[in-house]
């Protein structure tokens, strides 16, 4: 060959060199591809290079041919290898991009809960009606005959008083129902005997400190039949009180006085605090008050148009809050009102 053609040559091996080079420490598939264009494409290196071929000999084209062939083959498979290479790499790189973190903490779901006084009123509603007691409802917005005087409350007793009674402003007769005795009138009138009612509730007072809401819950429970008795009643209240604390708790009557009821009694059960040795919570007396209760005054059972000479009751009437402090050992009546999750989701767990 003469020194033009080892100029050629080496200038072959030159380009096959710095392609292999550029190839191999190519960043990504994009400035390959640019690489191959400037190398291998219609106007690349290579190309170029083959111009040269007219001024070689008959015999030394071919040969020449060959090795630009051999050249092109070289710098194809290290293009595809390339190719192969950084394919992988890209795909490495995406997937390490979308990686899911697993040891990210998860977003628990928040499931919601009834509030727990409206968990201890289907309870206590639960246990009654187990027993056979129909539950009822009654208007929050009573009238007067209804939440008064027909539960034998005269008109100058004081729970009538501003100072207790919500009155509704556009009409002197209405009020916020202030318990829920005014269902024991409501069943009988719209009922006949034997009736034995189960009524829970929201009550109002106008009442707000530490131990009292200005609404509340009540439950009342009241039986009417031939010959009842307050040996039934406490029968009903001891079965009730061990369902709901689950455990057999001493109960002890007091009398007093309601004007509903004739004779009156104040229940109250061993403390479940401390079994009745004496605490805090029991004041250190052993008991605590839990509802009212009595036989139904003949009064009542009159204005409700039940003839008592022929029929008797026994009713009571208990409030939720305290029932459900006591059961789960809540120290604070706010709790109920404040609407803390944290609080609210302790009960009934
Ligand atoms: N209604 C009474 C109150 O709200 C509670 C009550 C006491 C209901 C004695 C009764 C009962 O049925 O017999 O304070």
């Given at each position: 060959m003469s020194s033009f053609d080892i100029d050629l040559e080496s200038k072959l091996h030159e380009l096959q060199q710095a392609a292999l080079e550029a190839f191999s420490t190519a960043a990504n598939l994009a400035a390959l591809d640019t690489l191959r264009v400037q190398f291998?494409?219609?106007?690349?290196q290579l190309t170029a290079l083959l111009?040269?071929?007219?001024?070689?000999s008959a015999e030394q084209r071919p040969l020449f041919g060959k090795k630009v062939n051999t050249v092109k083959a070289v710098l194809a498979t290290c293009l595809e290898q390339t190719q192969v290479l950084l394919h992988q790499k890209e795909e490495e790189a995406a997937i390490q991009a979308q990686r899911?973190?697993?040891?990210l903490e998860g977003r628990s779901q928040y499931v919601g809960q009834m509030h727990p006084l409206q968990i201890g009123l289907d309870e206590i509603s639960g246990i009654f009606a187990s027993m056979g007691f129909e539950i009822a409802h009654g208007p929050e917005i009573e009238d007067e005959f209804h939440n008064f005087d027909a539960l034998?409350?005269?008109?100058?007793?004081?729970?009538?008083?501003?100072h207790d009674t919500f009155f509704v402003k556009s009409d002197e007769k209405r009020v916020l129902r202030t318990h829920t005795s005014p269902v024991q009138i409501r069943s009988m009138l719209a009922g006949e005997p034997p009736l034995a009612i189960v009524a829970p509730g929201r009550v109002y007072r106008c009442d707000y400190d530490v131990t009292h809401s200005p609404m509340f819950h009540q439950v009342e429970v009241f039986l009417v039949d031939k010959d009842v008795n307050m040996a039934q009643l406490k029968g009903v209240l001891s079965q009730f009180l061990s369902i709901f604390f689950g455990k057999k708790v001493p109960l002890r009557m007091r009398p007093s006085y309601f004007?509903?009821?004739?004779?009156s009694a104040e229940v109250d059960i061993g403390c479940v605090f401390c079994d009745g040795k004496g605490c805090r919570v029991c004041k250190d007396t052993g008991w605590l008050e839990v509802l009212g209760s009595g036989m139904i005054h003949p009064n009542v059972l009159r204005s409700a148009d039940i003839d008592p000479e022929v029929y008797s009751g026994f009713a009571f009437g208990l409030g939720v809050e305290r029932m459900v402090m006591l059961k789960y050992g809540i120290p604070d009546l706010r709790l109920f009102f404040e609407n803390d999750v944290r609080f609210l989701q302790e009960v009934g767990r």
């Open positions: 291998l494409g219609k106007r690349g111009k040269g071929v007219g001024q070689l899911v973190d697993v040891t034998n409350i005269p008109p100058e007793h004081p729970a009538r008083a501003m004007p509903f009821t004739e004779p």
